[in-house]
């Protein structure tokens, strides 16, 4: 089952702040980050494991709330490079890979 | 190689041609996935191969669609008697941990498969 992501699309101003919500309404086992850029690959930006564990980029943050199974990306102060779509997958018991339907974020000058 | 490398990048085929997509994964990564990706979607999974075993094969649409990594490490999607719904961006990615691990995903550019 795909997780949900919220918002569909975000626009900010150089420096602004985002945050993107994934939701699942499985038990899941690790939530990934990953962006991709309009014709690119998506590239790895984050994984969070049960349990708390995180691993990924310095200047993202994410967070993890078991209860819930959700995880949110926190993007602060963003710059012109973070444009694009960013997905949320989700690995859960007896369950495949799933990718969510992509947050679109535009960082404008 | 330093990346996940997919050939062709642009596919056209006529309704009915059979094609076949090759992934080449990040040497020693067990693990490689099949995905489809649809204009403006997220990436939908394929199949799943740890070393040479097809694990996984539930996200295949239809019996056209076939995927194999005989020796663990390139595979081959192949799709036979294109239809226009085919059309997308297939993507391949490989990690060097199985499936329900930390296995970090490395994503190719794709192949773009455009079917008339």
Same mark, same amino acid.
């Given at each position: 089952?795909?997780?949900?992501?919220?918002?569909?699309?975000?626009?900010?101003?150089?420096?602004?702040?985002?945050?993107? *919500?994934?939701?699942?309404?499985?038990? &899941?086992?690790?939530?990934?980050?990953?962006?991709?850029?309009?014709?690119?690959?998506?590239?790895?930006?984050?994984?969070? &494991?049960?349990?708390?564990?995180?691993?990924?980029?310095?200047?993202?943050?994410?967070?993890? *709330?078991?209860?819930?199974?959700?995880?949110?990306?926190? &993007?602060?102060?963003?710059? &012109?490079?973070?444009?694009?779509?960013?997905?949320?997958?989700?690995?859960?018991?007896?369950? *495949?890979?799933?990718?969510?339907?992509?947050?679109?974020?535009?960082?404008?000058? | 190689?330093?990346?996940?490398?997919? %050939?062709?990048?642009?596919?056209?085929?006529?309704?009915?041609?059979?094609?076949?997509?090759?992934?080449?994964?990040?040497?020693?990564?067990? %693990?490689?996935?099949?995905?489809?990706?649809?204009?403006?979607?997220?990436?939908?999974?394929?199949?799943?191969?740890?070393?040479?075993?097809?694990?996984?094969?539930?996200?295949?649409? %239809?019996?056209?669609?076939?995927?194999?990594?005989? /020796?663990? %490490?390139?595979?081959?999607?192949?799709?036979?008697?294109?239809?226009? /719904?085919?059309?997308?961006?297939?993507?391949?990615?490989?990690?060097?941990?199985?499936?329900?691990?930390?296995?970090?995903?490395?994503?190719?550019?794709?192949?773009?498969?455009?079917?008339?």
């Amino acid at each position: 089952q795909q997780p949900v992501q919220s918002p569909q699309a975000v626009i900010l101003r150089e420096g602004e702040d985002a945050v993107i *919500n994934c939701s699942s309404s499985k038990a &899941l086992y690790s939530v990934h980050w990953y962006r991709q850029k309009h014709g690119e690959a998506p590239v790895f930006l984050m994984i969070l &494991l049960k349990g708390g564990e995180q691993k990924g980029h310095d200047k993202i943050s994410t967070s993890f *709330n078991e209860k819930k199974q959700q995880s949110s990306l926190y &993007l602060t102060a963003s710059q &012109l490079s973070y444009s694009g779509t960013y997905f949320c997958g989700t690995d859960s018991y007896g369950q *495949n890979f799933v990718f969510g339907p992509g947050t679109r974020l535009s960082v404008l000058p | 190689g330093a990346g996940v490398s997919q %050939s062709p990048r642009y596919k056209v085929a006529k309704r009915g041609q059979d094609v076949a997509l090759r992934c080449d994964p990040i040497s020693g990564h067990v %693990s490689l996935f099949w995905y489809q990706q649809a204009l403006g979607q997220g990436p939908e999974f394929l199949t799943y191969f740890q070393n040479e075993a097809q694990l996984d094969k539930s996200g295949l649409p %239809s019996d056209r669609f076939f995927a194999e990594r005989p /020796e663990g %490490s390139v595979s081959t999607l192949k799709i036979q008697r294109t239809q226009q /719904e085919d059309s997308a961006v297939y993507l391949c990615a490989s990690s060097d941990k199985a499936i329900g691990t930390k296995n970090i995903q490395y994503f190719g550019a794709g192949t773009r498969l455009s079917v008339l």
